[in-house]
């Protein structure tokens, strides 16, 4: 029995797996937790064993922010979890503590074509070689997986907070903006992230490129996921002001796909997770996210060559988890 956790700055997912030891085999328990109602992961932990009482033999759990000897201080919760503590929750000898995206990189390798979209078909056969995971839910985490002419190999990454490169006029404004706003450093995780998108639209109704509807201004303010209410009013065209903040949300979002495809030399794949893309899968169909993704110059050829997929199936990084778990996390 493997107990496998994705913790987020949202919500934290704890599933069970009955495996037969050599592959992950399937979800029988799946409870979803909102985190910024829980003190601790500890305090979750304790709820869902109390109450399914499992006898587990493997553990490993992804969470968001970088995992350095055994402990991570998450980057969207207050939030300090350990590999100890998770053994002193679950009452087990040891346990594994991954990066989230690292989590969702071993779950890459589980998934069907019926579990992606193909934005980017890229080079037909597919070649073997590095593959590059990006995923915009609550933050922007980022991740490697490399080839190493045999097996494919998560490496885990804090990418999403490197600096945000504009790359227009507007783009260049908005970074101004930002960076008042916040007081200083400017990540990509400040734009292609759920509160990153609200940030966009206040932007540009900052500037007045657009009206607001007093409709839409209603709901984001008593939405629990303003984000959510943006996107559903754009991809409705009912709002002009939400269309101009997706569309720049996207092209954003392509642009910095590319710069990871490009640093990583991605000709494995390209794979766009995280809760966002899939809500707006038909805008990330539509042309804009490929046309930044291709952006790359002298080496659009190389870029136009990499397949890219969006990951429909949101529970990757719980299989991933789990892979890892009964890869490397035995808690006998």
């Known amino acids: 029995m493997i107990i496998a956790g994705d913790i987020g700055g949202t919500k934290t997912n704890i599933a069970l797996f009955e495996s037969d030891g050599r592959s992950i085999g399937t979800i029988t328990t799946l409870e979803s937790f909102p985190s910024s109602e829980y003190i601790s992961l500890d305090a979750i932990l304790d709820e869902f064993v109390a109450k399914h009482r499992p006898h587990l033999t493997h553990a490993c759990f992804g969470i968001a922010g970088p995992v350095i000897g055994g402990r991570v201080d998450a980057t969207n919760l207050a939030w300090a979890v350990s590999t100890e503590g998770l053994t002193g929750a679950l009452g087990v000898k040891s346990a594994a503590l991954i990066n989230d995206l690292e989590a969702m990189a071993y779950g890459v390798e589980t998934l069907t074509p019926a579990q992606l979209h193909t934005v980017n078909p890229g080079d037909s056969p597919p070649r073997h070689g590095n593959r590059a995971l990006i995923a915009a839910g609550t933050g922007l985490g980022v991740a490697g997986i490399f080839w190493d002419g045999a097996h494919y190999h998560p490496m885990p990454s804090e990418g999403g907070h490197i600096d945000f490169a504009p790359r227009t006029a507007l783009e260049s404004d908005l970074l101004e903006w930002l960076t008042e706003k916040v007081g200083g450093h400017v990540s990509y995780e400040r734009i292609l992230s759920g509160p990153g998108l609200l940030n966009i639209y206040s932007f540009l109704l900052d500037k007045r490129f657009a009206g607001e509807m007093p409709e839409l201004a209603m709901e984001i303010r008593a939405a629990e ?93 719980l299989y991933g988890a789990a892979r890892c778990a009964l890869n490397q996390g035995r808690v006998d």
């Open 225 to 317: 996921d303003p984000s959510a209410a943006i996107s559903k009013s754009a991809l409705a065209k009912e709002s002009e002001l939400a269309m101009e903040a997706l569309d720049m949300f996207v092209e954003i979002y392509g642009a910095m796909a590319g710069n990871l495809a490009l640093i990583l030399k991605s000709v494995g794949g390209v794979f766009v997770g995280g809760g966002i893309a899939p809500k707006i899968l038909e805008k990330m169909k539509d042309g804009a996210f490929l046309k930044t993704f291709l952006d790359k110059g002298r080496m659009k050829h190389l870029v136009a060559s990499m397949p890219v997929h969006v990951i429909l199936d949101n529970k990757t990084s």
